[in-house]
């Protein structure tokens, strides 16, 4: 079981690196990577709408990435 579960968090961590690089660069240099800079709209809700797929791809997958790496110091 450890082994199939191993497996599968090192095919997501592959596809999550493949994911990232092939994003776009945000705009706004160093403080646009961390969220700073923004409007008052851009913090407004709704935001999900607002992603675009490679972004919810990789929201998606961070989280997948969390649970297995969890689920992992349990086995």
């Not at 690196?17 to 709209?41: E, N, P, Y």
Request: charged share 10%.
């Amino acid at each position: 079981m450890k082994i199939v579960i191993s497996v599968l968090f090192l095919v997501l961590c592959i596809g999550l690196i493949l994911v990232i690089l092939t994003q776009h660069r945000k705009s706004g240099g160093f403080t646009g990577g961390f969220g700073g800079g923004g409007t008052q709209m851009d913090m407004s809700g709704g935001s999900w709408q607002r992603m675009t797929t490679m972004t919810k791809i990789t929201v998606v997958l961070t989280a997948a990435f969390m649970l297995l790496s969890l689920v992992l110091l349990k086995v």
